[in-house]
């Protein structure tokens, strides 16, 4: 595995390829990242992974400086896996200058739900893999970019920015992978204390009970959704969380669902903070 930290030295690295197939990440690799790695792999004639704590996508308050940073076992992991090469710019390399050019996703989509709790995110998100996009794939006719579908409004606004801005880049969801309990694997999930690991599936389970309540009320889904939705974030928030949203949306504008919208159509999200770790996670229903 080629170890590569300056946009030139990467460009170099790649050279001799024309396909490469490209999974950004921000580090601290579990399950979840490897499996993307390995279904990019056949999808390119090289494999290139990013690690990149992008501090543009965190608010002040949030865990840019407590993010976990595990440079010697992502390497390990990523070369087990397959990764040709390996692109970790510095600050430095990626932004040489304050980045006071940013690319601005439609706010319909961006300012709703994450966006709506963490405002900024998406701007920070589209903005570093806009530059990353831009570092692997400058002079190359086609490629591909994996996105895990954990992070779903992530990989619809980032689809939406391919799209829009014509890269020659085929944007492909890696399936969400799960602990034995159905836990959806994250980062953040490192944060949690034994108790609270134990208790983290539960947001996967109330959103698969949401999910389950939508597709039986699908006839007067649009009416009772505020209400089936309500339910759900009291029930976690009585086990001592604090929801965010929980919510049934469209899978293919993640607005609220329309009459005649059913099962194959929808998709429920939530975000919810347990002590003091936000998790998220998704069902399509
Ligand atoms: O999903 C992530 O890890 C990050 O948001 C990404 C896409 C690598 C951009 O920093």
Redo the contacts with the bound molecule.
């Keep these: 595995m080629h170890i590569v930290h300056t946009i030139p030295e990467l460009r170099a690295a790649l050279a001799a390829y024309s396909k490469p197939a490209f999974v ?3 580090g601290n690799l579990h399950d979840g990242h490897i499996a993307l790695v390995r279904q990019a792999k056949p999808l390119g004639d090289a494999t290139v992974v ?1 690690i ?3 501090r543009l ?1 965190f608010l002040p308050h949030e865990d840019f400086d407590s993010y976990p940073r595990t440079w010697e076992a992502d390497c390990a992991k990523l070369q087990a896996a397959g990764c040709d090469v390996l692109f970790a710019p510095r600050e430095s390399d990626l932004y040489p200058q304050p980045q006071t050019f940013k690319v601005q996703p439609d706010p319909q989509l961006a300012d709703i739900l994450e966006g709506q709790f963490r405002p900024g995110f998406f701007t ?2 589209c903005t ?2 806009m530059k ?1 996009l831009s570092a692997v794939f400058a002079g190359k006719s086609q490629g591909v970019a994996v ?2 579908q954990k ?1 779903y409004q ?1 990989l619809m606004v ?1 689809r939406r920015m391919v799209q829009q801005f014509a890269l020659p880049i085929d944007v492909v969801a890696g399936q969400t992978q799960r602990a034995a309990d159905a836990l959806a694997l994250s980062s953040r999930n490192g944060y949690l204390s034994e108790a609270e690991r134990a208790e983290a599936v539960q947001l996967s389970l109330a959103l698969q009970a949401l999910g389950r309540d939508a597709v039986a009320a699908a006839q007067a889904l649009p009416e009772q959704c505020a209400a089936l939705e309500a339910q759900a974030m009291q029930a976690l928030g009585a086990r001592g969380w604090q929801p965010d949203y929980l919510t049934v949306r469209r899978r293919s504008d993640l607005q609220l669902p329309q009459a005649g919208d059913g099962a194959g159509a929808l998709v429920v999200l939530g975000a919810a903070r347990l002590g003091n770790t936000r998790l998220i996670d998704n069902f399509e229903i």
């Design positions: 950004p990440t921000m990013s990149f704590v992008n996508q920070g998100v570093v893999v990353l996105f895990g992070d992530q980032l």
